[in-house]
């Protein structure tokens, strides 16, 4: 099936161009759904993967903002690191990724500048962080590095019930460096589920170790700017 998934995928999408309507379900695994929507003008696609999470969420919360941590547990990620203190919201961040083994021998680096906004959807309940590459000048770009100038996104937390989670990872991107776009594709189609996974074990693995901030986030409201 999987040989077959993302021929499929980019069929279904190639003449969706409402961004509201249209999103096809492509897969179910290991309790992560993986839908997909074709963008107007090209063959990339937007991809969305949702999870169950048993976690509150803001622990989730905390683990997905932990920009110091990040490089540990996130898919293929290498280095990451704030460009400046975060604000309340609004946060500039680094970072680097590395293709998957064996792919590694032959793809180079991607890096990438990202903007990230925090919103409240619902005070308590529902929180969503926007991201976008942006302000490609911040950094320069190392030796055998590909730099990744379209992409955005977001991360979804959303309370279902007491100690649950409903996690959605929405991205579209271009890794560009001249890779043939079902190779582009099959990197974006993976990442939101890869996401959704390293998040959930990032979380069962976090034990106290944002237990002050989330106190502090109880009694105060969400601020980035307190995230070290």
């Known amino acids: 099936m999987r040989s077959l998934l993302l021929p499929l995928l980019l069929a279904s999408c190639a003449t969706m161009p409402d961004p509201d309507e249209g999103w096809v379900l492509v897969a179910e695994r290991s309790g992560v759904t993986l839908s997909a929507l074709g963008l ?28 110091s941590r990040s490089a540990d547990w996130m898919p293929n990620l290498i280095e990451a690191r704030y460009l400046a203190p975060p604000t309340n919201s609004d946060s500039w961040v680094y970072q680097r990724g590395r293709a998957p083994i064996p792919a590694n021998l032959l793809v180079w680096d991607r890096d990438v500048v990202v903007h990230n906004e925090l919103i409240v959807i619902e005070p308590g309940r529902a929180w969503r962080t926007n991201f976008s590459a942006g302000d490609p000048e911040r950094v320069s770009i190392p030796h055998q590095t590909v730099r990744i100038l379209h992409m955005q996104g977001h991360a979804l937390l959303r309370r279902t019930d007491e100690g649950h989670t409903q996690f959605t990872f929405e991205v579209e991107f271009d890794a560009g460096g001249g890779l043939p776009d079902t190779i582009k594709a099959y990197a974006t189609q993976e990442l939101p589920i890869k996401m959704v996974r390293a998040v ?11 237990a002050h901030l989330i106190a502090r986030w109880r009694e105060d409201g969400v601020d980035l700017s307190l995230v070290r």
């Open 40 to 67: 107007e003008g090209t063959d990339l696609p937007r991809i969305r993967g949702e999870g169950l999470i048993e976690a509150d969420p803001l622990l989730v919360l905390a683990v997905f903002a932990d920009v």
């Open 200 to 210: 959930r074990d990032r979380v069962a693995n976090a034990g106290e170790e944002y």
